[in-house]
């Protein structure tokens, strides 16, 4: 798609609103210039998504935690445990 855009006298550009939809941007979002030669570049700048499901379950992406996640979820397993212990009383 070529579209003509003209500066305005603060030296800003209206991206049009057909292109803003089709390409999922909205107020606040960041875009990425580059420049080489008498080319500029617009890219949406989108960091990549912690989360990504997998086989229909959400899967953590990121680097490891300094937490222990494993003791964590032991931990909060082993307080229901002890709650419903002592809700069946």
Not at 26 to 45: H, K, Q, V, Y
Not at 68 to 88: G, H, N, T, Y
Request: glycine fraction near 6%.
């Amino acid at each position: 798609m070529t579209i003509r855009l003209t500066l305005d006298r603060s030296g800003r550009i209206v991206i049009p609103k057909v292109l803003r939809e089709e390409m999922n941007l909205g107020p606040g979002d960041t875009l990425l210039l580059e420049s080489e030669g008498a080319e500029i570049t617009l890219r949406p700048f989108r960091q990549e998504a912690l989360l990504k499901k997998e086989k229909g379950v959400w899967v953590y992406q990121g680097s490891a935690a300094d937490l222990l996640i494993p003791e964590f979820i032991d931990a909060q397993r082993q307080e229901r445990l002890q709650q419903l212990a002592l809700v069946s009383e």
